[in-house]
């Protein structure tokens, strides 16, 4: 299983920039933590997820 | 002439009565970078100019606009001028032994790395979506180890009660209530972008303290 923002989801194998478009997730609004690493932006498209990861997905709202 | 100003000893003991001579000495000798001098960044500086941070560097590109006085900490007199510039001299006022470097700048991703060299944490105080993700990417890309603060979330008026701070991964911190979005149309106000910057200025100072739970 995958956790992501604390939910355990069924998404072994998955490449993560599909994951995030299809859930509505825009990559110039976000910042992903996976297992307590960044992410960097250029790789969205070549990370798969796997079994046992923490994902954490940052989703900025404007305001300041 | 004004009044005599206090001698930077006594300054700083008056400090240290409130906060403790141990913690004070933490706050002094750190350095902090505040992201962003508008409603978030010039309250957060003001906090921690009173606290007696040491050092601040402030960055913001922008000029001080009517449209900030609902919330921000600028004055009418200080109208058109530029935030680093206005800002420094309000916190001058404040604390006249707080080291504050001002830079105008409209931070991009190639800014970042060198940036930040010598911040004990760095703060992201900036107003748009799109430039908090770069930053706080950035940052995290480039300052692994440097806690970073920061607001995400203190739009409209719902209760202050849902502005709170959590930490994600490692160093970042997040303060706000997550969700609320000026984007929405919902309005910028006072006491709750207060609320909010007075949640990441919390942070930094238990951060410099050494309490790093959110």
């Given at each position: 299983m995958v956790t992501i923002n604390g939910e355990k989801l069924p998404?072994?194998?998955?490449n993560l920039l599909d994951w995030l478009t299809g859930h509505g997730y825009d990559p110039k609004r976000i910042a992903v933590e996976r297992n307590e690493e960044i992410v960097p932006k250029a790789q969205y498209g070549e990370t798969v997820l796997r079994d046992g990861d923490v994902i954490e997905i940052v989703n900025f709202v404007g305001g300041g | 002439m004004g009044p005599l100003l206090p001698t930077r000893e006594e300054f700083y003991a008056a400090l240290a009565e409130r906060h403790g001579a141990e913690r004070q000495a933490r706050f002094q000798a750190a350095k902090v970078a505040i992201c962003g001098l508008g409603g978030l960044g010039s309250n957060i500086a003001v906090m921690l100019a009173r606290a007696g941070v040491g050092e601040l560097f402030l960055l913001d590109f922008d000029r001080v606009d009517m449209?900030?006085?609902?919330?921000?900490?600028?004055?009418?007199?200080?109208?058109?001028?530029l935030k680093t510039q206005a800002l420094p001299e309000t916190l001058a006022r404040i604390n006249p032994y707080c080291e504050v470097t001002a830079r105008t700048l409209k931070i991009t991703?190639?800014?970042?790395?060198?940036?930040?060299?010598?911040?004990?944490v760095i703060c992201e105080a900036f107003d748009k979506a799109e430039a908090k993700a770069m930053l706080v990417q950035g940052v995290l890309e480039n300052y692994p180890t440097t806690p970073l603060v920061s607001g995400v979330g203190m739009a409209g008026?719902?209760?202050?009660?849902?502005i709170r701070t959590r930490r994600v991964g490692r160093t970042l911190y997040l303060c706000g209530d997550g969700v609320s979005e000026v984007?929405?149309?919902?309005p910028l106000v006072s006491s709750r972008v207060a609320a909010c910057a007075a949640h990441e200025a919390t942070m930094i100072l238990r951060i410099l303290a050494g309490d790093l739970e959110p």
């Open positions: 998404l072994d194998g998955m | 449209s900030n006085l609902n919330r921000q900490q600028y004055f009418v007199e200080q109208l058109g001028m991703e190639g800014h970042i790395p060198g940036l930040f060299d010598g911040c004990a008026l719902d209760s202050a009660n849902l984007a929405d149309g919902l």
